[in-house]
Every structure is written in structure tokens, then in C-alpha cells.
């Protein structure tokens, strides 16, 4: 479980203090997903730099499964906008990249979990290639392939399929969501997309400006849902949820 309690991070610029977020409390049991949406400049990047450890002077406190998170202990996976790989590396070298870097030996159970994520995002065939030999989703593909081998303790994702074009990020959507359900890695994301969160997050978080606090968190009765698109539901909610950032965005 991750817990945030009264997290705020403020930035020295010349000088000056630029505080960026906070305080935002939240707590993301075992097994769920968030989405965190709110506008620019709010302290997104802020809150999974701290997430990732880069940041490490915040006020609050951050814990993840009981303990004072740190990227040492914890294990923390994170898939960037630009996909994140590695081009001198190929794909499977990309792809196995915690368990190398770890040097964790493959016992079955990594190997058949490595068989069935290669074999859903349908990569088997590319490993061989480097970044520039693929296409974008090809590489949203790897790119997710990579979190699901290293199994984190928490995934990070920051605007994970905005690089792609419509078909092709709803495509990656799904197929990652395929995969979360399989494993439910503890995940949160951040998203500049109403629909991106209505799909994917099973909670959504609504920010405020900058400095960036919580204006209300929604339980998503549409998450999980089977073409979501397609459902009355999913306008009726999309337009609540633009409501509630209309009003918590005005400046
Ligand atoms: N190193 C820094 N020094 C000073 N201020 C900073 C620094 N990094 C970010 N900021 C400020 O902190 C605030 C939050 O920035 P952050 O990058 O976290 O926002 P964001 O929500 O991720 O934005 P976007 O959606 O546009 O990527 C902004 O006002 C930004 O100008």
C-alpha cells in the first residue's frame, strides 16, 4: 500500500520559493489503480519525482508497504511519456532490464510470466530489434512488457500513451489494462485525458492548479468496463468529471 499524508514539495528558483504541490494526501491500497488528472503546471512531474525518489526533499510523509519509501528498498517501475528505452540496448535486453540489472536468476515462474506478457502485447518477434526499428505503439509495447516483468512494488506512469495516435493508444490502453488485471501491480498515473482516466483508473483524482491539492477523488463505476466508449454512462460520467475540473481549474 502506498500512503501520502500531507505531502508538499517547494522548489528554490533564484532565490525564490516556488511551492509546487501540496498538501495531498492519498492512500493506494495493494492491487488498485489511480489516475491523477489535473492541469498544467499543477505538480504532476512534482509528485512522481518524489514517487520515483528523484525528489527526496519533500515535507509530509511517503510509505510504501509500511516503510518510508526509498528506490534502494523498494522496488519502483515507471514508464515515461517518450516510452522510456534504451536505444543501444535491443528489446529483449530493454525488456529484461530489472532482472539483468538485478541479476535475478529466471526460475519458471519468471519464465512463464515473461512467455505470457511477451505473448500478449504480441512482442516476440521484435526482441531481436533496436528502438529506432519500431514503430511508437511497438514501443509503448516494450515499454510495458518491461514493468510487468519487473513486477514493482508500485508503477509509476506519466501520460503513458500520449506519443500515440488515437487507434493505436487505445489499443496500448487496452492491452495494458489486459495485463493489469492479470497481475494488479499497484499503479498510479497521471493523465491529461478524461477518457484515458475514466478507462483506466479505478479511482480518479482531480488536482487543482498550482500549487496542485486534491479536489476530489471518484470512485470509477465505469472502470473495467467492456467497450466503454460505446456506453451512455461513460458521456454522462466524462461530462461530471469535466464539471468538477471546470470549476476546481478556475484560477
Ligand atoms: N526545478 C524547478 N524549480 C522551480 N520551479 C519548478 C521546478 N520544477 C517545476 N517547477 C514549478 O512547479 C510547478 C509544478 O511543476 P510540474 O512540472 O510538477 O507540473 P506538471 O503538472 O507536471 O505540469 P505539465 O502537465 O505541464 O507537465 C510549476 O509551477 C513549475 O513551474
Excluded at 519502483?76 to 529484461?96: A, D, R, S
Excluded at 487507434?167 to 492479470?182: D, H, M, P, S, V
Amino acid at each position: 500500500m502506498l500512503e501520502i499524508n500531507n505531502l508538499s514539495v517547494t522548489y528554490n528558483s533564484n532565490k525564490n520559493k516556488v511551492k509546487a504541490l501540496g498538501p495531498v494526501s492519498m492512500e493506494i491500497k495493494e492491487g488498485e489503480i489511480y489516475a491523477i488528472i489535473g492541469p498544467s503546471g499543477c505538480g504532476k512531474s512534482t509528485l512522481l519525482n518524489v514517487l520515483s525518489g528523484i525528489i527526496q526533499n519533500y515535507e509530509g510523509k511517503v510509505l510504501l508497504n509500511n516503510e518510508v519509501l526509498n528506490p534502494k528498498r523498494h522496488s519502483i517501475g515507471f514508464i515515461p511519456q517518450n516510452f522510456g528505452l534504451f536505444p543501444w540496448k535491443t528489446v529483449e535486453k530493454n525488456y529484461m532490464l530489472s532482472l539483468d540489472i538485478k541479476k535475478k536468476a529466471i526460475d519458471r515462474n519468471i519464465a512463464d510470466r515473461i512467455d505470457y506478457v511477451l505473448d500478449k502485447l504480441n512482442i516476440q518477434s521484435l526482441k531481436d530489434r533496436y528502438p529506432n526499428e519500431l514503430s511508437g505503439g511497438q514501443k509503448q509495447r516494450v515499454s510495458i512488457a518491461r514493468s510487468f516483468i519487473m513486477n514493482p512494488d508500485l508503477l509509476l506512469m506519466d501520460e503513458p500513451f500520449s506519443a500515440l495516435d488515437a487507434l493505436t493508444r487505445e489499443e496500448a490502453q487496452e492491452l495494458f489494462i489486459g495485463l493489469w488485471n492479470q497481475y494488479k501491480i499497484t499503479t498510479l498515473f497521471v493523465t491529461h485525458s478524461i477518457e484515458e482516466a475514466i478507462f483506466m483508473g479505478k479511482k480518479i483524482v482531480i488536482i487543482s492548479h498550482c500549487p496542485g491539492t486534491i479536489v476530489k477523488t471518484i470512485d470509477n463505476p465505469l472502470f473495467n468496463t467492456e467497450d466503454l466508449r460505446e456506453k451512455e454512462d461513460y458521456l454522462k460520467l466524462s461530462s461530471y468529471l469535466r464539471g468538477i475540473i471546470k470549476k476546481g481549474w478556475t484560477l
